[in-house]
């Protein structure tokens, strides 16, 4: 059972975290955005403190933690207002599958580069005509010779023009039954057949957008990660992970507009007392902190269940705190700018860009109906209408 209350590892490492976060803020993003680049000092700063690799094995280079430290990580950066979306990407997706079920090479050509920050690895597993049910994913593996060809497209691929290489996750035919069952391949940057194209987003983040196309591509066998055979266990050895940091990413996200609306209330006097002082304003608030707290413990407790090996405990918990903490995000982002009034929308005080940020904590990885739908079947045992 995990304590509901931090280390003493776990307090240092979020205080540390939180500091470096405060040497950058929220205005270091905003410029960031606004030159159209990347947050690369934020990024090499937090490698060169061991923050990125800090679920990565020692043996290669790593923190020797787990996603509960690096969940500390994102979640502190964030309540600065200066998260790195791709830590969810590079040291949790694709540096956990690849330290769970990569081969020594792989280890030893990928985790050293992903903890210490030199190297960058994306994740493709969106497709326009599957979405949310990932058995219809169409982007197949067949084999030629000793190689492979994957062939097929990918949408909503982040920072795809950073990473050296994409974990894709395909699908090959089981030889025995004649079914598709997902493979995850590490695709080169540069391998002859592998297209990218920039998705035009309302959004405006650091983290770039892409559209990719595999036409083709050659793949040596040894770019297959994993056991052929493995399928699903290995996909959701990438996307629980995914769903924790997602939450740790949208509980950042909401403390930041929470503190920004809380210094506002306590400051802005329009009668005889502070705005704050009103129930009206302190009220919602409060109910917002409360919600963000529930949706912390149990992003912690899917972590922890996560780090302890227990992944069907884990698949559960991580849905739930990624269900819990979107909401918390985007009602704390919201009561924020309504705290604020008029002030709310402007660039001086920069929480309008928020609300449409916090709303990706609802859609993506998995949106908030189809983690409904998971409870209900696998938690209530209620029948699928699909």
Request: aromatic share 6%.
């Amino acid at each position: 059972m995990t304590s509901v209350v931090e280390t003493d590892e776990h307090k240092a490492l979020r205080a540390a975290v939180a500091a470096l976060g405060a040497r950058y803020g929220r205005d270091y993003i905003r410029r960031t955005v606004a030159a159209g680049a990347h947050p690369d000092e934020l990024w090499a700063e937090a490698a060169k403190l061991g923050y990125l690799g800090v679920n990565l094995p020692e043996e290669y280079g790593g923190g020797g933690g787990g996603i509960s430290e690096l969940s500390i990580v994102l979640e502190e950066l964030g309540a600065a207002g200066s998260p790195l979306l791709m830590l969810v990407v590079s040291p949790a997706i694709c540096g956990t599958v690849i330290a769970r079920f990569g081969t020594e090479e792989q280890k030893r050509a990928w985790l050293p580069g992903l903890a210490d920050g030199s190297r960058l690895m994306a994740f493709g597993i969106t497709e326009p005509d599957a979405g949310s049910n990932s058995h219809r994913i169409t982007t197949t593996a067949r084999r030629d010779g000793t190689d492979w060809l994957l062939t097929g497209r990918k949408v909503f691929i982040s920072g795809v023009d950073q990473a050296d290489a994409t974990l894709i996750v395909g699908r090959t035919e089981d030889a025995r039954t004649g079914r598709l069952k997902p493979c995850l391949f590490i695709v080169p940057r540069d391998a002859e057949g592998f297209g990218r194209r920039p998705i035009d987003m309302e959004l405006r983040a650091a983290e770039k957008q892409f559209e990719l196309t595999l036409d083709d591509v050659r793949l040596p066998a040894d770019a297959l990660v994993g056991d052929e055979d493995a399928g699903l266990l290995q996909l959701f050895a990438g996307l629980n992970p995914e769903r924790i940091m997602t939450a740790a990413f949208a509980i950042g996200m909401g403390r930041y507009a929470l503190a920004r609306a809380v210094e506002y209330a306590r400051d802005r006097t329009v009668w005889r007392t502070p705005i704050g002082a009103h129930q009206a304003i302190a009220h919602p608030l409060a109910q917002s902190h409360i919600e963000l707290e529930m949706a912390r413990l149990m992003m912690q407790k899917a972590a922890h269940l996560y780090d302890s090996g227990d992944d069907i405990g884990a698949g559960e918990a991580a849905n739930m705190a990624k269900y819990a903490a979107g909401e918390a995000c985007v009602k704390a982002v919201d009561q924020a700018v309504h705290t604020l009034g008029g002030n709310g929308l402007t660039n001086e005080f920069g929480l309008a860009s928020l609300i449409t940020a916090a709303r990706v904590s609802r859609i993506a990885p998995v949106s908030r109906e189809m983690i409904l739908n998971y409870v209900s079947h696998q938690t209530l045992g209620l029948p699928k209408s699909y």
